[in-house]
């Protein structure tokens, strides 16, 4: 590994936007209380999405965001398949100069007694038509960048607005959102449709009870902000890295500047265990991988090491009577493989349809469209957690370990890995043959199975709160 002072010689952030900007608002202000086709809850990737593809289709769009950009957000990693969303939305080049081109991803693998193999996963030999790469982002620079975006495109948006009530429609037909400033002053804007972008927050799941915490899975992480990490030699410079150990994984992404995100995603039952600062805990913690613990060992915190748990939950509603949910609002599993950003913009792109249905008042087009939008969003979030389930398991370990490509099924992965497991039939059918495997190979090691099973199912009933702060 080299040490390298960035893997880009690219500028953190383009000065200029190719878009003309408009007038951006005083973070104090508040909307005023004229009626809007669309109130967009959340100022992340997906609220912006939605919020500017709304307004390139000729609606009025308030959008409402409850922090102030720049603001921290950890998952830094993007998807290839995020890509062309990008340059649709006319932000490629921008994304491009702020981030570290990502050509794929390295896992290791340490099992005791053997030596530790790594293994690397390259965009490029993916199956399909997704891009052979991807970006890894600054957050608060690349939220701040669609954001502005949105802004260029006629969207009214707001900052430091936190929604406090959405009431059910009035006689008219309107829906009011009820925000407040920092200053608690309060605006109540009529809208014909309501998108809740609110990621984590959930506003509308929670304010209503929909959310329901994931049975299935449960994890806890601790993570922050690094300088002196080396990166992977050459073209694998930006690759996101994955290390397995006794607990859980890391993840190493690569961002500008020299700086390098790093955390671990542990069972909660580990994480409880704290008994030291967050940062003591956290290189502890990256130690018992010693391929990590190596990599780490001139490490420098550049930011607080924050932690956060029970991030695994999803909404028993994803649209109703004018509103729909986008992204985290409504399901988050794990941030393994990188989907929280992709899974966010693709399903506000994808929920545009249905926004543009609702507003002709068109009840059966509407039905139609968010019924499609549905199934569409629940097979993007299942051809990841299917993976996400198992990949602490001995077996899927070993599967990584050892890769094989017949009937191009490593293909098939590394396709998954790239935002595309639920593609062509081809792909799809060369997953199907990948979980076979799974189970074979599953049945070889029964008491290591059973056991990472039973810890699993042991750890979603656990309940363990810290900072919240997005994955």
């Not at 890894?136 to 406090?164: M, P, W």
């Not at 639920?422 to 090691?445: C, E, M, P, T, V």
Request: with cysteine; net charge neutral; charged share 25%.
């Amino acid at each position: 590994m080299s040490a390298l002072a960035n893997p880009t010689d690219q500028p953190s952030r383009p000065t200029e936007s190719a878009a003309p900007q408009a007038s951006s608002f005083p973070p104090q202000a508040l909307p005023d209380t004229a009626v809007t086709d669309v109130v967009v809850i959340g100022g992340g990737p997906g609220g912006s999405t939605i919020a500017t593809l709304l307004a390139d289709a000729g609606h009025s769009v308030v959008q409402l965001e409850k922090a102030q950009h720049p603001r921290f957000h950890i998952g830094e990693s993007l998807l290839p398949n995020n890509l062309p969303i990008l340059e649709r939305l006319g932000v490629a080049d921008e994304v491009k100069a702020m981030g570290v081109r990502k050509a794929g991803a390295d896992f290791t693998c340490e099992v005791e007694g053997e030596s530790s193999v790594l293994q690397t996963f390259r965009f490029d030999r993916a199956l399909g038509d997704s891009p052979p790469h991807a970006w890894e982002i600054t957050r608060a620079q690349f939220d701040e960048l669609l954001f502005d975006n949105a802004r260029s495109h006629g969207v009214s948006a707001f900052e430091c607005c936190t929604v406090k009530q959405v009431e059910e429609r009035d006689a008219k037909g309107l829906l009011h959102v009820t925000c407040e400033n920092t200053a608690g002053e309060t605006s109540r804007v009529p809208a014909r449709y309501v998108v809740d972008a609110s990621g984590r927050d959930s506003f509308m799941a929670k304010k209503n009870r929909w959310q329901k915490k994931n049975t299935k899975h449960a994890s806890a992480a601790i993570f922050g902000h690094f300088s002196d990490v080396p990166y992977r030699d050459g073209d694998d410079a930006g690759n996101i890295s994955i290390y397995w150990f006794d607990q859980g994984w890391i993840w190493m992404i690569p961002l500008q500047n020299g700086r390098m995100s790093v955390g671990a995603v542990c069972w909660p039952d580990y994480l409880k265990l704290r008994d030291t600062d967050n940062e003591t805990f956290l290189r502890q913690t990256l130690a018992r991988s010693k391929a990590a613990g190596e990599r780490m060992r001139d490490a420098v915190a550049v930011e607080p090491i924050r932690a956060t748990g029970n991030y695994s939950y999803r909404s028993e509603r994803l649209y109703g009577d004018g509103y729909l949910l986008v992204g985290d609002a409504y399901a988050f599993v794990d941030p393994v493989f990188s989907s929280g950003v992709y899974l966010a913009m693709s399903s506000a792109e994808r929920a545009v349809d249905v926004v543009k249905a609702a507003l002709t008042q068109d009840t059966s087009a509407y039905r139609r469209s968010a019924r499609t939008y549905e199934q569409a969003v629940d097979q993007k979030i299942s051809s990841f957690t299917w993976f996400i389930y198992r990949f602490t398991t001995p077996t899927m370990r070993d599967l990584f370990r050892f890769p094989r490509n017949d009937w191009q099924i490593e293909q098939a992965v590394i396709s998954m890995l790239a935002g595309n497991g639920d593609g062509s039939a081809d792909i799809r059918k060369r997953l199907i043959a990948f979980r076979g495997i799974y189970q074979a190979n599953r049945l070889l090691r029964l008491p290591e199975t059973f056991n990472a099973w039973r810890r699993r199912r042991r750890n979603a009933k656990l309940k363990f709160e810290d900072e919240q702060v997005m994955l």
